[in-house]
């Protein structure tokens, strides 16, 4: 097939070195990274920052003088050329996007000078590996699995590892879905779940980090005062029952010390604490490393390691060495330091605790090995309550009856009760960290390869390591050591220390450091998370926070991150820490997991993610399963956060910036309305299910502002926020011609309608002529079934006015047209007086004038009106009209059980109207409406006739030219017909047109008028004397609207009998039904 190519000499490719569609030097433009000053195009939006629109950096001049791409010249102001495109996706770099989405970096992206980038091992999987290894294997997996045993100890670990790893996967998705902005977790929530869910989450995430800093600087003091230096004690127990509270409040001395140096190095420069990661990492690696040598050497040399048990109670070694009653020295038997702790003196006669002397001490062996069998043993849980005795299962011993725990004696007791649950959530923190690679997004050389690669490898080595450890301490250790929490029995010394080869000082050394490591890491992450949410401006009462230093660094963020992490410290147990966190990032695990489904189910174009190892099922399942683990942990923290992030949210909804991400929710309300409208029926609703849908005709004036704001005011009042409002306009002329001026009368429409707070549509229409456009709107405004049965227009107060002549016109042609739409019609006469939303009425009418039945319409507009604050202290009076033959009285009775069926309370009164002689009034009214009706037909006709004549008059000069210039040029065979006026014709017409003219006019004197018009007006001067007598101080008067005439020959006299029956009163609405019932009195 034929194609067209352009060739580039070489010549030239060789003097300028680069393409055409690269940045010139040489190029005459704006500066480079400029923008030039002119409105974005298009909606009137800010486009986003991106190499493919509205980024076009070519010479102009060059690409015109392509003459084969002269077609797309006007294209090519805001989009670029194909090659231009390309060349800019050639050199595109992830621009580190930071807490703004798209900050002003283009120049210093261009200059920069490409540092080394990391890859999947350094960059992601280390990191993670750092952040999920930490305190609780340490401190808590030993203390876990003696208490849950090994079976449920592997199910809290399977149950948590599943959870991580389906999140991951869900965030690999989302993570290689495009380019990876800087910034984590909180980008890929609220760029997928948009603002209002993205600011929650993030918050959330941010304090779980936080708490997460104070569990691990609450592990850094426990290994400190537990297992290095016990004398660093400050407060000191005056008795063994207030040990536990005494190293509470050691914690929290020792702790803020901690926080507050901690907060000042990374204060002075992160730089330090980057550099200080690979040595904290070093020290988990060797931890890890010297756990696995231990289990190995106990296969065949196990350590000594003697525990004491009395009976079957384990004893605490602290304060004793000997493990027996007596011991034989120089062939005399002589009392123990043991015995001295249970017995009342040193003498072998002394009087003893009853357990004590029924039991005898025993010891055993606290690490017995691989090869020893202990695993069966320790397979089952052993659940206590607070303060029960370590025992070991299968050791006979002598109960002693209602015994009396003495205080003071060495035993090992449990400090806190223990179940399944809470063992969960102190577990769960420990397979957190999984976010720390998208965390260093923008400094990896391939994000979208590196990230799921990297999580994945992580999760499933750190997996291994807990099962696998899982099943070695009860393979290796004896159960009451297991479930001796702080090593009590091992005299102090740290459970997993013991197991580990060569020394039990790597473990302690090794963890100090690693949570030391750990703590610094939460304190330089969350204030850059705050920082972050506070820069994205949807939360205004954070903006302080996302300032800093010069060099961008939180301070202030890290104050607060500090004030926050201070009240965890201030709790002091681990263990009552560690479920708070649990909860906040469960939390964000649970999103991270909705996000990817809810894109998913959507199949939104945009969804294409590089890591096709994905499914909904299994986003779904780990949303699921995040949820299940929140309530299986701890079901009021989990209220508690979940009520937390439920007020962030109604926060940023009402209060914050509105953004506009592209996100998944707004997906899902599209494609939920969509299935919505689907659904709807489009037939008639059910009465009971009928309510109001509003079309709001604004009038526009000059400027394109609204004239009658209270028409919307009315419209909120009136709608309540319920139910469909569409509020439409009209602008006379061309959509090409008037775009502009329609932009800006939509804003001005929408600011009104966010003042007036009227929630609805605004939809504006551009037509040649008022009449046809507002014809448009009528019919073709809304959709679907979601479209509206009632119009709320303004009463032309214009109508008589000589310069407006067509007013009346298009209203009575509105009036037909929402007849033949079969839709209600509500006119607001004297709309300028009506309330606003901000006045109330304390006291007043709503009087209904029922004439003729509409459906009920007339009933229900007051009970909607007084649902509203203006309206509801008004009581609502309805006014019906008896003839001469109706009987009032029964007539008033019914109209009670009516409006008792109805549930609508409100006073009734009948009014009689009493037949009599149409007054002089009446009759010279009408024949003054006539009169006044045939002289505008008659202006109208002599305006018709004036023009006429001057086209006769133009259509004689063109012919006499046409003369003169055929005489002088060749005859040709003529084209038209060209018609000749005399001297006579002329003067004929206009006599003619003059004495009809007159005659016109004198009949205006001798007209009498139709006996029609006489008996209407009659009519409507009779009611509303009657109206005026009954309901002139009423706050609000509804009445039937009478229908227009079936002739077009009687429209003014139309308008003329509406305003007589309306005059003199305040606020009236016109009332004209769809034809209807709109009410019932059934259930």
């Not at 290894?133 to 590892?161: D, K, Y």
């Not at 029926?681 to 509003?694: A, C, F, Y």
């Not at 045939?934 to 003369?963: C, F």
Request: glycine share 8%; charged share 20%.
């Amino acid at each position: 097939m034929p194609t067209n190519f352009t060739v580039v000499p070489v010549e030239a490719r060789a003097d300028g070195g680069q393409d055409e569609a690269a940045e010139g030097t040489e190029a005459p433009g704006p500066p480079e990274g400029r923008e030039p000053d002119c409105p974005s195009p298009g909606d009137g939006h800010p486009r986003e920052s991106s190499p493919f629109i509205n980024n076009v950096e070519v010479d102009r001049e060059s690409v015109f003088e392509r003459k084969n791409m002269a077609l797309f010249e006007e294209e090519m102001d805001s989009n670029p050329m194909v090659s231009s495109l390309l060349n800019k996706l050639a050199n595109y770099t992830n621009l580190s996007q930071g807490a703004v989405e798209h900050e002003e970096g283009e120049d210093s992206r261009r200059h920069e000078v490409k540092g080394p980038r990391m890859g999947t091992f350094i960059g992601v999987y280390l990191p993670c590996l750092q952040n999920i290894l930490g305190v609780i294997l340490f401190l808590r997996l030993t203390w876990i699995v003696g208490v849950a045993g090994v079976l449920e100890s592997f199910l809290i670990v399977s149950m948590c590892c599943t959870c991580t790893m389906l999140t991951a996967i869900s965030m690999s998705a989302i993570a290689t879905n495009g380019v990876v902005p800087a910034g984590g977790s909180y980008y890929m929530i609220s760029r997928s779940l948009g603002p209002e869910f993205g600011g929650a989450v993030g918050l959330c995430f941010y304090l779980g980090t936080t708490f997460a800093g104070a569990m691990y600087i609450l592990g850094t003091i426990e290994i400190f005062l537990t297992y290095i230096s016990p004398s660093a004690s400050i407060i000191q127990a005056e008795m063994v029952d207030g040990e536990a509270a005494a190293l509470l409040h050691n914690m929290r001395v020792y702790g803020t010390c901690t926080l507050v140096f901690m907060a000042m190095v990374v204060f002075v420069g992160v730089k330090y604490v980057n550099k200080l990661a690979l040595v904290f990492l070093a020290c988990v690696v060797l931890s890890i490393l010297a756990i696995y040598a231990g289990v190995i050497k106990t296969a065949f040399d196990p350590p000594d390691i003697p525990v004491c048990l009395l009976g079957n109670r384990t004893l605490s070694r602290r304060s004793f060495d000997i493990c027996a009653k007596v011991s034989t020295v120089n062939n005399s038997t002589t009392t123990t330091a043991l015995w001295g702790l249970f017995c009342n003196s040193s003498m072998p006669s002394a009087s003893c605790d009853e357990y004590f002397a029924q039991n005898n001490v025993t010891e055993i062996q606290g690490i017995p090995g691989v090869a020893s069998g202990v695993l069966l043993d320790n397979l089952w849980s052993t659940y206590a309550d607070k303060g029960a005795f370590v025992e070991k299962k299968g050791v006979s011993s002598v109960p002693v009856p209602e015994e009396s725990r003495a205080s003071g004696l060495p035993y090992v007791l449990t400090d806190i009760m223990t179940y399944f649950t809470m063992l969960l959530g102190i577990y769960f923190p420990s397979v957190t960290g999984i976010m720390a690679g998208s965390n260093r997004s923008g400094d990896l050389k391939d994000a979208q390869k590196s990230i799921p690669t990297g999580t994945i490898m992580a999760i499933v080595t750190t997996s291994f390591i807990y099962l696998s450890c899982i099943v070695l301490f009860g393979a290796c250790i004896e159960g009451v050591i297991l479930r001796d929490k702080f090593g009590e029995a091992l005299q102090g010394n740290l459970v997993i220390g013991m197991l580990a080869w060569p020394s039990p000082w790597v473990i302690v050394i090794g963890s100090f450091f690693s949570t030391c490591g750990a703590g610094l890491q939460s304190l330089t992450g969350a204030p850059r998370l705050l920082q972050a949410i506070a820069r994205d401006g949807i939360i205004p009462f954070l903006q302080v926070f996302g300032h800093g230093k010069a060099n961008g660094e939180p301070t202030w963020a890290l104050l607060l991150t500090a004030l926050i992490c201070e009240t965890g410290i201030l709790i002091a147990s681990l263990d009552s820490v560690a479920p708070i966190l649990s909860m906040f990032f469960l939390m964000c695990y649970m999103f991270v997991n909705l996000a990817c489904a809810v894109q998913t189910l959507l199949r939104t174009p945009n969804w294409r993610p590089r890591f096709k190892y994905y499914h909904w099922t299994l986003s779904f399942l780990g949303m699921s399963l995040c949820l299940a683990l929140m309530f299986i942990c701890s079901w009021y923290y989990a209220l508690c956060a979940m009520l937390i992030a439920g007020c962030i949210y109604k926060y940023i909804e009402y209060r914050g910036a509105e953004k506009e991400w592209g996100d998944g929710i707004r997906g899902l309300s599209l494609n939920a309305a969509r299935y919505a409208l689907l659904h709807v029926e489009q037939s008639t609703p059910h009465t009971k299910n009928w309510r109001p849908q509003v079309l709001v005709m604004l009038n526009l004036d000059a400027e394109q502002h609204v004239k009658h704001p209270r028409l919307l005011s009315f419209t909120t009042q009136l709608k309540a926020g319920k139910g469909l409002t569409i509020v439409g306009s009209v602008l006379e002329g061309t959509y090409l011609d008037k775009r502009v001026e329609a932009q800006q009368a939509e804003e001005n429409i929408r600011s009104l309608m966010g003042a007036e707070k009227t929630k609805g549509f605004c939809q504006l229409v551009v037509s040649s002529n008022l009449r046809d456009g507002m014809s448009h709107l009528i019919q073709s405004a809304g959709l679907g079934g979601m479209k509206h049965n009632t119009v709320l227009m303004a009463w032309p107060a214009s109508w008589k006015q000589e310069d407006n002549p067509f007013s009346w016109k298009n209203f009575v042609d509105t009036v037909r047209d929402t007849t033949a739409a079969h839709q209600a019609l509500l006119v607001a006469k004297n709309v300028d007086l009506f309330p606003q939303n901000q006045e109330r009425f304390s006291d007043g009418n709503i009087d209904v004038w029922w004439i003729v039945h509409d459906g009920g319409l007339l009933m229900l507009l007051p009970f909607l009106l007084r649902q509203h604050k203006v309206w509801r202290k008004c009581r609502m009076r309805i006014f019906t009209v008896a003839q001469v033959d109706d009987n009032s009285i029964q007539m008033k009775k019914d109209l009670q059980v009516f409006l008792y069926h109805l549930r609508i309370s409100a006073e009734v009164e009948v009014v009689e109207m009493v037949e009599n002689d149409i007054s002089a009034f009446t009759y010279e009214k009408t024949l003054m409406m006539e009169q006044r009706s045939q002289m505008l037909k008659q202006m109208q006709l002599s305006k018709t006739e004036r023009e006429r004549e001057a086209q006769l008059i133009h259509d004689r000069n063109t012919a006499s030219h046409s003369a003169v210039a055929s005489r002088t040029r060749a005859p040709s065979t003529p084209d038209r017909v060209q018609m000749t006026w005399t001297k006579e014709k002329l003067i004929a017409e206009k006599s003619k047109n003059r004495e009809s003219g007159v005659s016109g006019f004198k009949d205006l004197f001798t007209l009498k008028p139709n006996q029609g018009n006489v008996r209407r007006m009659h009519t409507a001067v009779k009611l509303n004397g009657v109206l005026l007598t009954k309901s002139q101080d009423a706050q609000l008067v509804l009445l039937n609207m009478p229908g227009p005439p079936k002739s077009r020959q009687g429209d003014e006299n139309y308008m003329e009998f509406l305003e007589v029956l309306t005059e003199g009163l305040n606020r009236v609405l016109l009332v004209r039904g769809s034809g209807r019932e709109v009410i019932t009195i059934y259930s």
